[in-house]
Structures are given as structure tokens and as C-alpha cells.
């Protein structure tokens, strides 16, 4: 009889860890269609937290260009943190991001670009401008 009351409560347990894992996957589904609804609202869309130095190069590359960014500051928001996570993983980030931020992430056009590393390449090589005008950013 003990083995059966054992039984039964590590089956409870595991049905409480495989419902709190669900929970999980719907938040990060959640939080992947938040990123993809704010990133289709606007021709430029930076996820960025507020303190991130890189996040502020990369807005004030923007700026400079006479683009208005909508800007996310997922430190800012209450749901932040769940949308850093799906961001991590739309950037193919599957352990832990070094630094502990996925940030910043940019959508031009409602698709990604990437991070701070794909967008300075892409202004450098010069495929920056193309993709601004094309999604109306820019009126050059």
C-alpha cells in the first residue's frame, strides 16, 4: 500500500511539473506572438532595456538617420522578461544569453534583422538604407 501512495504522489508531482512546463511553452508562445504583433506595428521596432549600452548605440544609429524607431524597453514591461526569452530564441540563443540580455533586437519591415552585430553589418555593407526605404522608413 505505501508503494501506491508513493506512486500516487510522484505522479501527482510530475502531473504538477508537466502542467507548470505547459504553462511555460503558452508564456513563451504568448510572449513570441506580443513580439511579432509589436514588431508588424511599426516600420522600425528595437526591443531594447533601458540601462543597455549597445541598445542606446543602436537607437542612436536610427536616430541619426532620421528614422523614428518605436522602441520596446522590455524592462519596462511587466511582461519583459518572457519577450527577452522569445527574442533570445528567435535569434537562436538556446542556453542562457552571455551577458544575461538578447538585446537589442531589431524588425524592419516587421521582419528580423537581428542584433546589434547584423545591424552594423548591414549599415556597413550598405543594405541598411535599401531595407528602411522598402519598409517606409526612410524617404531618401
Known amino acids: ?70 522602441v520596446v524597453e522590455l524592462d519596462e514591461d511587466p511582461r519583459g522578461k518572457e519577450m527577452e526569452r522569445a527574442l533570445a530564441r528567435l535569434l537562436g540563443y538556446g542556453g542562457p544569453v552571455a551577458g544575461g540580455a538578447a538585446v537589442p533586437v531589431v524588425f524592419i519591415g516587421g521582419k528580423l534583422v537581428g542584433a546589434m552585430d547584423r545591424v552594423m553589418a548591414a549599415h556597413i555593407n550598405g543594405s541598411l538604407v535599401p531595407l528602411l526605404k522598402e519598409a517606409g522608413a526612410l524617404w531618401l
Open 1 to 70: 500500500m505505501q508503494y501506491h501512495a508513493a506512486a500516487a504522489a510522484a505522479a501527482e508531482a510530475w502531473g504538477y511539473m508537466a502542467a507548470a512546463a505547459a504553462a511555460r511553452g503558452a508564456t513563451t508562445m504568448d510572449a513570441l506572438g506580443r513580439v511579432e504583433r509589436l514588431a508588424a506595428e511599426s516600420a522600425v521596432v528595437i526591443f531594447s532595456v533601458s540601462t543597455c549600452c549597445m541598445c542606446h548605440a543602436v537607437k542612436r544609429l536610427f536616430c541619426s538617420m532620421g528614422v523614428s524607431p518605436t
